[in-house]
């Protein structure tokens, strides 16, 4: 039975997608290495910061099978999913509630370390928008929740596999060109998140790497001028 390609993921989208893997496995070896490199595990995390306002933005006004609206699944949904008779393209019931916990908890990864310590000489760019105790405790909410990730990070590369291999359904490519071949009934291809869409996505995406690097905050006072040496 021949099979047409139909437009699934967006280019923003697909950018979006495979930005976040590779900077957080670089956040994720630069936070374990530490040392010198974690001020670069901390400017990544503002990088992430940026790519998940983009995100959120990119689910409202992106093309069709990128917005929360078509996706966010409802228990009709998953139930007709589970009797296999959901037939749509893009995220499927189950994908889509994986993807929407992946990104709740890289927001919460991203705004607890934004805020967190070391204790040694590492703060976070909104440090002082808390005290120490609090610090303390979203720094320590920080490290733990690296193990929710793994999980669902593993759960996710799981489910792919299993598609793969088992269900015969390639999920990685279409991430990478877009397109996907579909039997009867084609579903329509996806419509919308033109360039007006990308440049809102855009600039609230840098708007929120600004606040996160502290653009809100006050500037700390001038340090006090040297002592001139006495002249004897």
Same mark, same amino acid.
């Given at each position: 039975m021949s099979k047409k390609q139909v =437009?699934?993921?967006d280019l923003p989208l =697909?950018? &979006?997608?495979? @930005?976040?893997?590779?900077?957080?496995?670089a956040v994720f070896v630069s936070g374990l290495i530490g040392g010198n490199l974690i001020v670069w595990h901390g400017r990544l995390g503002v990088a992430i910061a940026g790519l998940l306002a983009f995100r959120l933005v990119w689910g409202i006004v992106g093309s069709t099978y990128a917005r929360f609206a078509h996706f966010v699944p409802g228990p009709? =949904?998953? $139930?007709a999913y589970l009797r296999g008779q959901w037939r749509d393209a893009g995220h499927n019931p189950l994908g889509a509630l994986s993807a929407l916990g992946l990104l709740a908890v890289m927001i919460f990864q991203v705004a607890s370390g934004l805020v967190s310590n070391d204790d040694i000489a590492f703060e976070?760019?909104?440090? *002082?928008?808390v005290s120490k105790s609090t610090s303390d405790w979203m720094s320590s909410l920080h490290r733990l929740n690296i193990w929710v990730i793994g999980g669902l990070v593993g759960l996710h590369?799981? *489910?792919i596999l299993y598609y793969v291999h088992v269900k015969k359904d390639d999920l990685v490519k279409p991430m990478i060109t877009g397109v996907k071949a579909f039997s009867e009934p084609v579903p329509r291809p996806a419509q919308g998140g033109g360039l007006v @869409? &990308?440049?809102v996505a855009l600039c609230v995406s840098v708007a929120t790497v600004w606040v996160a690097t502290g653009g809100l905050l006050d500037s700390p006072p001038p340090p006090p001028p $040297?002592?001139?040496a006495p002249a004897w």
């Open positions: =437009r699934v993921w =697909r950018v &979006f997608h495979w @930005s976040l893997v590779l900077l957080t496995l009709g =949904r998953i $139930a976070g760019p909104l440090y *002082a928008l590369v799981l *489910a @869409s &990308f440049v $040297a002592q001139a």
